[in-house]
């Protein structure tokens, strides 16, 4: 197990003391190969990924979110993450400024996220265009449960995988997206 710095918007705390190891599931002859990466002491919300590579988590009102990426990864200064093969865990807490994006994203994937994302919308803070009910059209989206998909946004696209501004990357990005409500009540996504 890997504790990840975090950086933020206050002090930057130490990367959280983990224990050795933790138990996973994964296939015969892959353990010698990964590492779990996470950012918190009880190794909730971390992600596995090669054993060589780094991690760097970051954090503000909005959620959180995990780098995990090789030696030679480039920090990409402009939009804020790294260009390049990574794994990247990204958490955005509904009850903040991150209900924009759960909105923006969970309102065109998941049914019952639609009504958060109209009040949302009807805050007026944010581009209404932005609140779209339909899938983007070059995503390729399969629902394993009602909170829970799967997804490819092809590159050069715009899609769950690829948001912001162009332009987009030249890699596919696969992923899952879970839609989530916490035990006070408030969305998330993940």
């Keep these: 197990m890997v504790g990840c ?8 705390p130490a990367p959280p003391r983990t224990k050795p190891s933790t138990r996973v599931l994964i296939s015969q002859g892959t353990a010698a190969a990964l590492a779990f990466f996470t950012t918190r002491e009880d190794a909730s919300r971390g992600v596995l990924g090669p054993r060589s590579w ?7 009102s909005d959620g959180d979110v995990l780098y ?3 030696s030679e990864a480039v920090l ?4 804020g993450g790294y260009k390049g093969p ?5 958490v955005a807490e509904g009850s903040t400024s991150g209900r924009f994006e759960v909105a923006r994203v969970a309102g065109r994937i998941f049914p019952q996220a639609r009504r958060f994302a109209e009040g949302v919308r009807s805050e007026g803070m944010d581009d209404a265009g932005a609140y779209v009910f339909t899938l983007w059209p070059a995503d390729g989206v399969e629902k394993l449960s ?4 799967v997804y490819t946004t092809p590159g050069g696209s715009r899609g769950i995988g690829h948001q912001g501004k162009p332009p987009y990357g030249p890699d596919d990005t696969t992923g899952v997206v879970m839609f989530e409500t916490s035990s006070e009540g408030d969305p998330y996504l993940l």
Excluded: K, L
Excluded at 5 to 12: C, I, L, R, T
Excluded at 86 to 90: G, K, L, T, V
């Design 5 to 12: 710095p975090v950086s933020g918007m206050a002090d930057d």
């Design 54 to 60: 780094s991690c760097h988590g970051q954090s503000g």
């Design 68 to 70: 995990v990426v090789p």
């Design 76 to 79: 990409d200064q402009e939009n």
């Design 86 to 90: 990574m794994i990247r865990r990204r």
């Design 146 to 149: 009602d909170g829970v998909a």
